[in-house]
C-alpha cells in the first residue's frame, strides 16, 4: 500500500485505497499527538469540501480528536480552504484540519493541516506528524471514545465575507456595475465568490454552482482545459471578467471578456502592479522559483526585494509572515497579500483583480499590455512530464550532474538548486526542472522574452532529459 505522506501540500490520497477510513482515523490520531504535544488546552477547527464522503472523513476526525480531549469546531457546512484559515487565526485555534483534495481528480481525497499561524504546515511540523503516524501504525490504533461534548458547531461565511470585503476598495465598484461570469467548478467558492461580488453591486451569473463529486468530468483546476464551458459563454454575452476557483477556493482563475486565459503568472504581476499603486510599497514581494521573473522587474522598479522561494505555498507564507511581503505568488495558481492569512486565497484573488477593473476600467488583458509596454513581455510555459519511475530517476540523475554550459545557444550564467535546478541563462531566460510533490511527474518551465527562443530552451532540455 502506498505510504501516508505529506507532499508539496498535505496528505492525498486515492479514495478506497489508500484513503480510507482507517487511515484518516490513523492521521487524526497522529495529529492529535501532535497538537497535544504543542499546545496547551487545544482548540482544532475542522473543515471539509463538496468531495465524495469529505464530510464524513471530517466528521471521524473529530470523534477523533474528541476522543483526545480536543475541543472541537466542526463547520456545519462544506467551506473554502482559505475561509478555514482565516477561522484559525479569529478564533485563536491552534490549528485547523481541512478534509480536501483541492484540485485533484474526483477518486481523490486528502487532508492539510492549518497550524495556528493559518497558513500551510512547514515541513518541520509535517516531519512530526509523519513520525506519529509511522509510530501508530505499528503500535496500532487504540479504541477511542469519541466526547461528542467536546464538539461544537459553528458557520463561518459571514465573518469571513466580511473581513475579506474589508480588503477590498468598495468605492472602486461605486457605480461600475460590472458583469461577471463566476465559475466555482463544483467546489467551495459556491455562494462566496458570488455573493461577495454581489455585495460590490457586481451583476453576476455563475455556472456550475452544486455539488457534483465527480466535478463535471473535469478536474476542478481553473485552467484553459478545464474551463472550456467559461471561456465559451463569457464570449456569448457582454461581460467585463471571468472568474473561477478551484475545488477548495484556494486558486484563482481569471479570463478576459473575449474568453482569453489569463495565466496565473500574469494573474500575479498583474496585482503586484495594481497593489504597489494603490497600497503602496512593502519591503518586498515573494514568489516560487517557478513563477515569473515580471515580478522581480516591477519590485526592481520600485526598490523592493523580491523573494525567491521553492514551489509550496508554505514557502511564500513565511515571506508574509516574516519579511513584510506585499504579495506572495506562485505560477500554479495561488496567492496572498499581506493583511491577511498567509494562506493562498483564490476568492481573495479574484475579487482583487475584479477591483482592479472596476477602478482602472479596462480588461485584465488591457492592464497587461499596459504592464508589459512599461517592462517588456516575457514568455513562459510548463510542461509536465508523465514518465515511468526508471525514466523519471534517470532524469533526476540528469537534472542532478547537469554539465552543460549554454541551452539554446544561450549561455548558463548562474545555476540555482533550492528545489530541482534552475538555470538563469542570458537575455533574461531561465528554466527549471524538478519533480512535483503532489503528483508523479517531472514539471520543466522555462521563460524567455522570445516565443521562439522559449520552444528552443524546452525541447533542448527536454532532449537532454531523454523524456
Ligand atoms: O509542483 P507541485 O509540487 O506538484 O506543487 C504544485 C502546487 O501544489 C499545491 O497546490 C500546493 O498548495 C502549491 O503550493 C503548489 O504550488
Not at 471521524?60 to 484559525?88: E, G, K, Q
Not at 533526476?396 to 544561450?410: Q, T
Amino acid at each position: 500500500m502506498k505510504k501516508i505522506t505529506f507532499g508539496t501540500d498535505g496528505w492525498r490520497g486515492v479514495i478506497a485505497d489508500d484513503f480510507t477510513f482507517d487511515n484518516v482515523k490513523i492521521v487524526a490520531q497522529a495529529i492529535s499527538d501532535y497538537v497535544l504535544e504543542t499546545y496547551e488546552n487545544p482548540k482544532i477547527i475542522i473543515g471539509y469540501d463538496y468531495r465524495f464522503h469529505s464530510e464524513n472523513f471530517a466528521k471521524i476526525c473529530a470523534d477523533i480528536l474528541s476522543a483526545n480531549a480536543i475541543h472541537v469546531l466542526f463547520s456545519n457546512n462544506p467551506i473554502p480552504t482559505p475561509a478555514v484559515a482565516h477561522a484559525v487565526v479569529k478564533k485563536e485555534a491552534s490549528g485547523a484540519i481541512m478534509i480536501t483534495a483541492s484540485h485533484n481528480p474526483y477518486y481523490y481525497n486528502g487532508i492539510k493541516f492549518i497550524p495556528h499561524y493559518g497558513g500551510p504546515a512547514n515541513t518541520q511540523i509535517t516531519d512530526k506528524i509523519i513520525k506519529n503516524v509511522e509510530r501508530i501504525q505499528k503500535e496500532g490504533l487504540k479504541d477511542i471514545n469519541p466526547d461528542k461534548d467536546l464538539i461544537e458547531y459553528f458557520d463561518y461565511k459571514e465573518v469571513y465575507l466580511n473581513d475579506i470585503l474589508n480588503l477590498i476598495d468598495k468605492k472602486a465598484f461605486k457605480g461600475k456595475q460590472l458583469k461577471v461570469l463566476v465559475n466555482p467548478m463544483y467546489g467551495c467558492g459556491i455562494g462566496y465568490i458570488d455573493e461577495a461580488l454581489r455585495r460590490l453591486g457586481c451583476d453576476v451569473k455563475v455556472i456550475n454552482n452544486w455539488r457534483d463529486p465527480l466535478f463535471g468530468g473535469h478536474l476542478p483546476e481553473p485552467n484553459l482545459e478545464n474551463m472550456k464551458d467559461l471561456l465559451e459563454i463569457i464570449k456569448t454575452e457582454e461581460f467585463d471578467l471571468g472568474l473561477a476557483t478551484d475545488g477548495d477556493a484556494d486558486r484563482f482563475g481569471v479570463v478576459n471578456p473575449d474568453g482569453q486565459f489569463i495565466s496565473a503568472n500574469e494573474v500575479i504581476f498583474l496585482l503586484t502592479d495594481y497593489l504597489i499603486n494603490t497600497r503602496g510599497k512593502a519591503s518586498s514581494v515573494a514568489r516560487t522559483v517557478a513563477t515569473t521573473s515580471m515580478i522581480d522587474k516591477i519590485a526592481q522598479k520600485h526598490g523592493m526585494r523580491c523573494i525567491e522561494t521553492p514551489v509550496g505555498f508554505k514557502y511564500i507564507a513565511e515571506c508574509l509572515m516574516k519579511e513584510d511581503a506585499l504579495i506572495g505568488g506562485e505560477e500554479s495558481g495561488g496567492l496572498s497579500i499581506k493583511g491577511h492569512v498567509p494562506e493562498k486565497d483564490g476568492i481573495l484573488a479574484d475579487l482583487l483583480v475584479a477591483e482592479a477593473v472596476a477602478k482602472l476600467e479596462k480588461s485584465p488583458k488591457e492592464i497587461l499590455d499596459r504592464i508589459e509596454s512599461e517592462y517588456g513581455k516575457l514568455y513562459n510555459k510548463r510542461i509536465d512530464v508523465r514518465t515511468t519511475h526508471s525514466k523519471k530517476q534517470e532524469a533526476l540523475e540528469r537534472v542532478k550532474n547537469f554539465g552543460k554550459d549554454s541551452i539554446a545557444g544561450l549561455k548558463c550564467l548562474e545555476y540555482r538548486t533550492r528545489d530541482g535546478l534552475k538555470v538563469i541563462l542570458e537575455d533574461e531566460s531561465w528554466f527549471l526542472v524538478r519533480a512535483s510533490g503532489t503528483e508523479d511527474l517531472i514539471r520543466i518551465y522555462a521563460e524567455s522574452k522570445d516565443a521562439k527562443t522559449l520552444e528552443n530552451i524546452l525541447s533542448e532540455v527536454k532532449e537532454y532529459l531523454g523524456l
